[in-house]
């Protein structure tokens, strides 16, 4: 490919700094925030009286 045609990938690349740029963003609010800390007690987070950890809750009817 000749240099003269690299300036077409210029709109590629700039948008690939944006995209990885967002992504950095993103990883440094969420450690600043705690999200990345104790995986474990995070993960419990989802569970509540109703629907309490351990107990199945959804099945799929029998065939």
């Known amino acids: 490919m000749p240099v003269e045609n690299y300036i077409d990938l210029l709109p590629v690349i700039l948008l690939g700094v944006v995209f990885f740029g967002s992504a950095v963003g993103m990883l440094y609010w969420s450690v600043r925030r705690g999200q990345l ?19 199945i809750s959804d099945l799929f009817p029998d065939k």
Not at 39 to 52: G, M, S
């Open 37 to 55: 800390r104790d995986f474990d007690e995070q993960a419990k987070v989802i569970f509540t009286q109703e629907e309490p950890e351990g107990e």
